[in-house]
């Protein structure tokens, strides 16, 4: 049975529970990610982190989580009312959607039953589409709580996150062309499927380095968090929000984090299946069952890591590089890699040539180009700061005319020190009188 005729079969009720099951997952895996983030900044920059509240300061989210239910709600005078009230519900239901076409396991009998169901909520072919759809709709939350409250800072974060989504879209979506391409479908759970002998994150090497930039980029994350950008902005978008409409902001912030996290680990790591070592020796035990899932989530908080690590490690781009580098960095990259690969694979299937073998030649090759892009990019900026270095006009040395015991003349990069008998003259001249007198 296929997983569309399972999820055509399964009854309201099932629906239900899996949706149900879906948002307590993804609320729960907030609040650990916000401890998770506290607790690993602080171990990178060798402080403790949250440790009171609870064992291992594990309680320490949902104690800020009390904090904000319990703070003033404040709201504008000059604000749109209606869209500063549900421009944050718009964020926090778009992030909601996405997590709707994630495959979390294979058809699944239920016990107790005689149903036998997908570890999914939907799914249809067009399924990736909608997750990008869905990732795109969310921005108007950002966009819409910038305008509606009636402040120059919010606004200017507004701007900057419909900009930042122009760029940063286009980039993830040149990262998926080649996952469809190889796959044949734009279905996550078809994806997902034609990973069971090898995930597409080595054959596609470039292109997962692609998303996994851009993603860091979509969700407003240092060091992309333009929108935001408290260092010059106050808070962006987000400044005239309090209370509960800043805490959903906050809620679809790290729950697009999860997204964009299975996303990357759904069409690139295999999605829910086992690592290559268990598939390749053929233990199947380990793709059914309670395994499944736990795969998925590993995989998911392996991305979480890179985040939070990306995070503890940059700093913020000036909006001018962070441009720079979507247009010209990118989305060029991007559409370079498109055309090699599937130019090169149409090619090696019109020789009849095995397509395996150009996947792998293709992924070594695309591992060298993104060391070669990467090595170019910093011996660039090394080369960079070396000419600027070269073109300052150093500090002229001081030389001491009598040091060997004879007077010598400067040399050009050399000056002499100012005569002792200068400052008298000076002085001399200041009291004499007009008419030569002292």
Same mark, same amino acid.
């Given at each position: ?80 009312? #209606?869209?500063?009230? #549900? ?96 796959? !044949? ?8 499927? /034609? ?56 809620? /679809? ?5 999860? =997204? ?26 380990? =793709? ?45 990259? !991007? ?69 060997? !015991? ?19 003259? #000076? ?9 030569? !007198?002292?």
């Amino acid at each position: 049975m296929s997983n569309a005729e399972a999820l055509a079969n399964d009854p309201l009720w099932l629906v239900i529970v899996k949706a149900v099951i879906i948002l307590v997952f993804l609320l729960t895996s907030v609040l650990f990610a916000v401890w998770f983030e506290r607790r690993v900044i602080g171990r990178l920059q060798r402080r403790p982190g949250p440790n009171r509240k609870g064992p291992f300061g594990l309680l320490q989210s949902v104690a800020d989580a009390v904090k904000l239910l319990t703070k003033e709600d404040i709201t504008v005078r000059a604000s749109d009312k #209606v869209l500063y009230i #549900v421009a944050p519900a718009i964020s926090v239901f778009c992030a909601f959607l996405i997590f709707a076409v994630i495959p979390f396991g294979p058809v699944t009998h239920i016990p107790g039953t005689d149903i036998y169901t997908p570890l999914q909520l939907t799914d249809f072919p067009v399924a990736v589409l909608f997750i990008l759809a869905c990732a795109a709709l969310g921005v108007y939350g950002i966009v819409l709580g910038g305008w509606a409250s009636g402040s120059v800072y919010p606004l200017m974060g507004a701007v900057r996150s419909t900009a930042q989504v122009i760029s940063y879209e286009l980039a993830m979506g040149l990262s998926l062309v080649t996952v469809f391409l190889l796959s !044949g479908t734009m279905s996550t759970s078809g994806i997902v499927e /034609a990973q069971a002998d090898r995930w597409w994150a080595w054959p596609l090497f470039p292109a997962f380095i692609l998303y996994v930039i851009s993603m860091v980029g979509e969700t407003n994350r240092l060091p992309f968090d333009l929108p935001e950008a408290e260092g010059e902005l106050v808070a962006g978008f987000m400044t005239e929000y309090s209370s509960m409409k800043f805490a959903w902001y906050f809620l /679809a912030e790290y729950m697009n984090m999860v =997204n964009v996290s299975a996303v990357a680990a759904t069409l690139f790591l295999g999605g829910w299946h086992a690592p290559w070592p268990a598939s390749w020796a053929g233990a199947d035990f380990l =793709n059914s069952g309670i395994f499944p899932p736990i795969w998925l989530i590993i995989k998911i908080w392996l991305l979480m890591f890179v985040f939070v690590w990306i995070r503890g490690s940059l700093l913020r781009f000036r909006y001018d590089q962070f441009m720079r580098f979507g247009w010209k960095v990118l989305i060029p990259v !991007g559409l370079a890699w498109v055309v090699f690969f599937s130019v090169g694979r149409e090619a090696f299937d019109a020789w009849g040539r095995d397509l395996n073998v150009y996947d792998a030649v293709a992924g070594l090759v695309g591992i060298l180009l993104t060391i070669s892009v990467i090595s170019f990019i910093t011996d660039s900026k090394e080369a960079r700061a070396a000419r600027e270095a070269a073109t300052e006009e150093p500090e002229p040395e001081v030389l001491d005319a009598f040091a060997g !015991g004879y007077p010598v003349p400067p040399l050009p990069h050399q000056t002499l020190p100012p005569s002792p008998r200068s400052g008298r003259t #000076v002085e001399a001249s200041a009291t004499r009188t007009p008419e030569g !007198g002292e």
